[in-house]
């Protein structure tokens, strides 16, 4: 079997527990056939030689900054055929000083409403609340969501700035509460794929943390897509 190449590039905001994450689908990575280098930076972005090589990126890359030439080495990757994947804020909340990353991704989280103000008490927590993700009929013979039903999670829910130029497997619909200032349920996408170039990009917005990736739909989906994406 012919060995492939996966780059991990993971950091930023800790909250999303990107050591831990990351590992727990590096097994996955291994066991299909790839050998997987982990960076803690997006700076391997510039090494064109390098990215020249590598069939899939794993990025869970919360906020934090990309430099020009390491943005621009990370879209000629995919542009030349290398896959992009991830899920969360690792993905889609990455580099939000670069604009053009955003339109790289084609999605980009926006905020994750939370549940009454008088149940707060300054935690994570605070974010989590019970909502479904709904399967497209697109999801029904993909080969990411294939044979997966809606389903539910008490998590954050979010609430994502989009185009049409994605494609769509999922999305989850934030309800109308009564201290919520938004006067109509609001639709986003949940689970998306977007080609760019001969490249492939797969984003799944659950996954705030490892309980939430242990989901066995969520878990599913990500192994899934990481493939999928991949050159």
């Not at 050591?19 to 299909?32: C, G, M, Q, W, Y």
């Not at 019970?130 to 998590?155: E, K, Q």
């Amino acid at each position: 079997m012919t060995t492939k190449n996966a780059l991990v590039v993971r950091g930023g905001w800790d909250g999303h527990q990107p050591v831990e994450a990351t590992d727990l689908f590096i097994p996955h990575l291994k066991s299909n056939g790839y050998e997987v280098r982990i960076e803690e930076s997006p700076k391997i972005y510039a090494d064109a030689e390098y990215m020249a090589t590598v069939d899939l990126v794993m990025q869970c890359m919360t906020m934090s900054t990309i430099e020009k030439d390491e943005f621009e080495g990370l879209r000629a990757a995919v542009e030349n055929g290398t896959g992009l994947a991830g899920w969360h804020g690792g993905i889609a909340d990455s580099y939000r000083n670069t604009s053009d990353y955003l339109h790289l991704i084609g999605g980009q989280f926006a905020c994750h409403p939370g549940k009454h103000p008088d149940e707060r008490t300054g935690e994570q927590a605070d974010n989590y609340v019970p909502y479904t993700v709904n399967m497209l009929p697109a999801a029904s013979d993909h080969p990411i969501t294939r044979g997966i039903s809606d389903f539910d999670l008490v998590t954050e829910q979010y609430w994502v700035l989009a185009d049409d130029y994605i494609d769509v497997l999922a999305t989850t619909t934030q309800k109308v509460r009564a201290w919520d200032p938004w006067h109509r349920e609001v639709t986003s996408p949940a689970i998306w794929t977007r080609e760019w170039g001969a490249g492939r990009i797969f984003v799944c917005t659950p996954g705030h943390r490892v309980e939430v990736l242990q989901d066995p739909n969520v878990r599913t989906i990500i192994e899934r897509g990481l493939l999928w994406a991949s050159r």
